[in-house]
Nanobody, 115 residues
Framework: QVQLVESGGGLVQAGGSLRLSCAASGRIFNINTMGWYRQAPGKQRELVASITSGGSTNYQDSVKGRFAISRDNAKNMIYLQMNSLQPEDTAVYYC?????????WGQGTQVTVSS
């Protein structure tokens, strides 16, 4: 099995920064795309950013220029640096990794941005 554990969430004022981390463990072979998703109350889960095994990145338009995704393949870690946070960024943030054709989710970490 594959386990994903997120950390780094919390409460921050608007304009502040947070760095999320996600550690993958277990039966990990050839992780493909890794990504961060978020789900705000009453809304669907949405992709925030993703990064391929080759390092190509993709961002939701609303976070471009503010968030940066990165990965450490040797450590099976994925990160999300979030700057200039806004109240609309408030959500539970989930990491996801794709191994082969199977996707795995973490349990989520809460990010709350106060105005």
């Amino acid at each position: 099995q594959v386990q994903l554990v997120e950390s780094g969430g919390g409460l921050v004022q608007a304009g502040g920064s947070l760095r999320l981390s996600c550690a993958a463990s277990g039966r990990i072979f050839n992780i493909n795309t890794m990504g961060w998703y978020r789900q705000a109350p009453g809304k669907q889960r949405e992709l925030v950013a993703s990064i391929t095994s080759g390092g190509s990145t993709n961002y939701q338009d609303s976070v471009k220029g503010r968030f940066a995704i990165s990965r450490d393949n040797a450590k099976n870690m994925i990160y999300l640096q979030m700057n200039s946070l806004q109240p609309e960024d408030t959500a539970v943030y989930y990491c996801r990794v794709n191994i082969g054709i199977t996707g795995y989710w973490g349990q989520g970490t809460q990010v709350t941005v106060s105005s």
